[in-house]
């Protein structure tokens, strides 16, 4: 029995080329600023669609995910474009920030 396919999370993301069919596209703000916080080897929060929470160290990133180390000297995880729900500095605390009604 071969394996099971993971339906994506997202209706915009096709397996075979990224997010809507399109290459990555370093000029957007997102991939920027992203690959800001790599280049500042910022510590990050990231939050998976399921609730998961990961904190760590961006490493790179591509079209289809992004290199996360969880502790010095661990080889990173690999971290799916599709399955993420939210990126954030820790330096930012979200418990703080004002809910919009």
Not at 17 to 37: E, K, Y
Not at 64 to 72: G, I, V
């Amino acid at each position: 029995m071969g394996p099971i396919p993971v339906p994506p999370t997202s209706p915009l993301f096709d397996d075979a080329n990224g997010p809507q069919g399109a290459t990555f596209d370093t000029t957007l703000p997102s991939s920027r600023l992203v690959q800001q916080w790599i280049r500042r080897q910022r510590a990050v929060v990231v939050v998976l669609h399921q609730g998961l929470r990961l904190h760590g160290r961006l490493l790179w990133q591509d079209s289809t995910a992004l290199a996360l180390q969880l502790r010095d000297g661990q080889d990173p995880v690999l971290v799916q474009r599709r399955s993420l729900a939210l990126i954030h500095p820790v330096e930012v605390s979200l418990e703080t920030a004002p809910r919009v009604p």
